[in-house]
């Protein structure tokens, strides 16, 4: 685990669960600090990026990207409005972390929405949560009003001149909202489908004006990377992977946990710090970064690092930060079904590889756990999962057939033994 | 998906103070105000959600109508929005609303046996009304508090790591 003075995103976390989430529990861990400084000395916005490029800050909410660099892709002296929106419609299977950010550590939040636009000149920010997450928006709408009465939001920032409003929107159920665009079109009162790309939001975003979108955790992280300096930040990590992470560890270990670790560490290490797999049993398989990233047997897992780099080498990805662990005994069949029905559920209709591909494998995942499969099922599914991964305009039609690819290629024997004998070759999780 | 980067308005003939109630549209109002002028329609998704807890929990299509009038919004637009989220209902509910994530992590670690149960001991399977009308048993899709699991929603909180006793014992206390 990071030590209590190099933690970034629960950076309050070790005060008292009672205040942990007020102004001035976040100004006694060095809160506001930075934005003040900004107001007082505006400092040239590119030289916060290259602090932002340095750090190897990448998003936080799947994809990796990094963040200095989304930044530097905004027309930030072009006259007209620009936004910044933060993408709190947290909701991939096994990630829970941002929920907490919002609950015990709301202010760096605003104050990373803060240094961001000015970053890349916007005076408005939107953070958009997801409906479920009540107690979150009361805790961030607690905050939001803390820190326009101690003026640190509003117009004439403590008479800078500088303007940053900033306000929640509250989404209302669906998974696909976590997509950038699909979440704009949420911002702007529509169903969430996913716009095609180009224009990127940088040209024409939220109102068709030019935005960046930012997960939780990365705008989180922002203060304390322009605090102790974007090498520092670096070094916590490794090259290309700055910074302690949050991970979420969930499924079948002793204590399912939300910890911030530097990237990089190794997963028994991770794996131990949630307790080890429960009920003593044997590490089955890892789904390392969120469900919508191929599975990676417990062996290879043993020996793989927690970074973005070393998973993608392991054959998966670090998505999100979710590392849903699956233990012995775990019939996979049963989970890919589960994952199907998911992406099937969430699908938003819009492309027809993916509104009827997530169908398809859905129906017939469902029927092979019946004990009804047929011996080409395997096939169909491979076929089914082919033809919806890159063609559709967003990535949830991959994120639908990845899955199914890397249980077929890692667990296909339960497959063949379920539809030969009707069965599950392990017993139910 | 939308080319458009102005809103589709359409300015209903009908007095605005006499849609909804004057509390509703003060607290529709508070939404409307954090967007532009001319994009009132991004206060869509509060208002249905403000509405619908007025309701009892779900919407129909005359209070949909009402926010469409409201905010100057094609009646289509709203039923688009209202038909797509997951969290507006269209028919009847209970008077609470009990939500059990199915996801992985609360599958894993046991959703399925609780859905059972509540089915054999309540007689209320997922997307069923209590004979009583006490509450409306729902599956949903990650709830995002995967740490806890399993998770379910009872109207507007969360309960984490909820066990058969705990239901019975969640669904006994409500009214």
Redesign the interface.
């Known amino acids: 685990m990071v030590d209590h003075q190099d933690t970034v995103c629960f950076r309050t976390m070790r005060l008292r669960p009672k205040i942990r989430h007020t102004l001035k529990a976040y100004r006694s861990v060095g809160g506001y600090v930075q934005w003040e400084r900004i107001l007082r000395e505006k400092p040239s916005p590119e030289t916060l990026i290259e602090e932002i490029k340095l750090s190897a800050l990448r998003g936080r909410g799947g994809a990796g990207f990094p963040t200095g660099l989304k930044w530097s892709f905004m027309p930030r002296n072009k006259p007209g409005?620009k936004y910044i929106v933060c993408n709190s419609d947290?909701?991939?299977?096994?990630?829970?972390k941002?929920?907490d950010i919002m609950r015990y550590n709301p202010h760096q939040l605003i104050e990373g929405m803060a240094i961001a636009g000015y970053c890349i000149g916007a005076t408005v920010g939107?953070n958009y949560i997801?409906?479920?997450?009540?107690?979150p928006i009361d805790r961030f709408e607690e905050a939001l009003l803390e820190a326009y009465q101690a003026g640190l939001l509003g117009k004439d920032l403590q008479g800078s001149g500088i303007d940053f409003d900033l306000?929640?929107?509250?989404?209302?159920?669906?998974?696909i909202c976590g997509e950038e665009?699909a979440l704009l079109?949420?911002?702007?009162?529509?169903?969430?489908?996913?716009?095609?790309k180009p224009p990127f939001p940088a040209q024409?975003g939220l109102?068709?004006k030019p935005t960046t979108i930012n997960n939780t955790e990365s705008l989180a992280s922002v203060p304390v990377i322009l605090e102790k300096g974007g090498q520092w930040f670096l070094e916590q990590g490794r090259p290309n992977n700055g910074g302690p992470k949050l991970f979420?560890?969930?499924?079948?270990v002793n204590k399912?946990?939300?910890v911030e670790v530097p990237l990089g560490t190794p997963f028994r290490d991770l794996l131990a710090l949630a307790g080890g797999v429960s009920g003593g049993r044997r590490l089955k398989a890892v789904?390392p970064g969120g469900?919508s990233v191929p599975v990676v047997p417990g062996e290879v897992m043993m020996e793989t690092d927690m970074d973005y780099d070393s998973i993608a080498k392991a054959g998966s990805m670090l998505g999100s930060g979710?590392v849903?662990i699956?233990a012995e005994g775990?019939c996979m069949v049963?989970?890919l079904a589960?994952?199907a029905?998911?992406y099937a559920?969430?699908s938003?209709g819009?492309c027809t590889p993916c509104r009827e591909g997530t169908g398809w494998l859905e129906r017939v995942l469902e029927r092979i756990l019946h004990g009804q499969g047929r011996p080409s099922d395997l096939d169909l599914l491979d076929n089914v999962a082919g033809r919806i991964g890159g063609r559709t305009?967003c990535a949830l039609g991959d994120a639908a057939a990845m899955p199914v690819q890397s249980f077929l290629k890692h667990y296909r024997h339960e497959f063949e033994h379920l539809i030969e004998h009707g069965t599950p070759l392990v017993e139910a999780? | 998906m939308s080319f458009r980067t102005a809103p589709l308005a359409v300015v209903h003939d009908v007095d605005k103070s006499t849609l909804l109630t004057p509390e509703l549209r003060a607290e529709i109002d508070r939404h409307v105000g954090k967007y532009p002028p001319e994009w009132k329609q991004s206060a869509v998704m509060p208002a249905l959600t403000l509405v619908q807890e007025h309701n009892g929990g779900w919407l129909t299509q005359d209070l949909m109508d009402q926010v469409a009038a409201y905010l100057d919004m094609p009646e289509v637009a709203v039923y688009e929005v209202a038909t797509f989220y997951a969290m507006y209902d269209l028919e009847p509910v209970g008077r609470h609303k009990i939500c059990v994530c199915n996801s992985i992590s609360c599958m894993l670690g046991g959703a399925e046996a609780l859905l059972e149960h509540v089915e054999a001991r309540h007689g209320v399977a997922p997307g069923e009304t209590s004979k009583d009308g006490k509450f409306t048993l729902k599956e949903f899709e990650c709830l995002g508090a995967c740490r806890h699991a399993p998770v379910v929603m009872v109207d507007q909180e969360y309960h984490e790591c909820v066990t058969r006793d705990g239901i019975d014992k969640i669904i006994s206390k409500l009214d």
């Open positions: 409005q947290e909701g991939e299977p096994g990630t829970c941002d929920r939107y997801r409906g479920e997450f009540y107690e306000y929640t929107h509250l989404g209302a159920g669906a998974y665009t079109e949420s911002l702007e009162g529509k169903k969430g489908q996913p716009r095609f024409a109102y068709g979420s560890v969930t499924g079948h399912p946990c939300n789904i469900s979710a849903i699956m775990t049963k989970v589960n994952l029905h998911f559920h969430e938003c819009q305009i999780a």
